[in-house]
């Protein structure tokens, strides 16, 4: 059975100080994992996709990396602004190819 | 350029009332989704539809009904509400030159709840 997991499950940060949020899969066939963030009250909003393993993908402070088993989204120096729920999906063969398999999120927030 | 409208953004509904959740976009996108989400559960897909006059269930389709007759609109019925149905809903579409693993726009939300 395809799974996606992510962990923490919510994580506050000090202003400037990086870490990283975890997507791990189980999955048949990946086709692509995806990462959202969704802010409070909105729909997600789209950040990256990633279809094979050693892929990375940049946009301002974040910076995603897939394995065969997970993908880690990198967050460097945040800023208060950063702070949204981020959602890890996953495509793959078995789920048939119009259904993203989304974990529960991981909520972050970012103090000034 | 308005991208995914969903109406309403809140409705509460009695038991065994029925009603339409409304998603139109103006991106010329074929691929359209209706998806739930649930405290402490992923978004989980319920409909989908590929083009005009052509739908699918999604993982958790039962008490929904859909139709799509233009390529704009994508409205999500229950037939007959009851409270495992409160629920935030997010429509979604795809832009047919995104492939198969393409990025989905999301509209807003409309927070049901059932009571």
């Known amino acids: 059975e395809d799974q996606v997991t992510q962990s923490p499950e919510a994580l506050r940060l000090q202003e400037g100080e990086s870490s990283s949020l975890n997507c791990s899969y189980t999955?048949?066939?990946?086709?692509?994992l995806f990462w959202y963030r969704q802010d409070p009250g909105k729909g997600p909003e789209f950040l990256f996709t990633?279809?094979?393993a050693g892929e990375e993908k940049e946009k301002e402070r974040l910076k995603a990396t897939l394995t065969k088993k997970e993908s880690f989204l990198h967050i460097t120096a945040p800023k208060p602004e950063d702070s949204a729920t981020y959602l890890c999906?996953?495509?793959?063969?078995?789920?048939?190819?119009?259904?993203?398999?989304f974990g529960t999120g991981t909520r972050l927030t970012v103090i000034p | 350029n308005a991208g995914v409208t969903q109406t309403p953004k809140f409705q509460v509904l009695k038991t065994g009332q029925s009603m339409t959740l409304q998603c139109a976009q103006d991106?010329?996108?074929?691929?359209m989704s209706w998806y739930r989400q649930d405290p402490g559960m992923g978004l989980r897909l319920i409909h989908y539809?590929?083009?005009?006059?052509?739908?699918d269930q999604g993982e958790v389709p039962n008490g929904y009904n859909v139709s799509r007759s233009t390529t704009e609109d994508f409205p999500l019925r229950l037939l007959s509400a009851a409270p495992s149905q409160t629920s935030v809903y997010f429509c979604a579409s795809k832009s047919p030159l995104a492939g198969v693993a393409g990025e989905l726009f999301f509209g807003e939300g409309s927070r049901l709840t059932v009571l």
């Open positions: 999955v048949s066939g990946l086709r692509g």
């Open positions: 991106m010329n996108h074929e691929y």
């Open positions: 999906a996953v495509q793959a063969g078995q789920t048939g190819a119009n259904n993203l398999f």
């Open positions: 990633l279809y094979s």
């Open positions: 539809s590929v083009g005009a006059g052509i739908t």
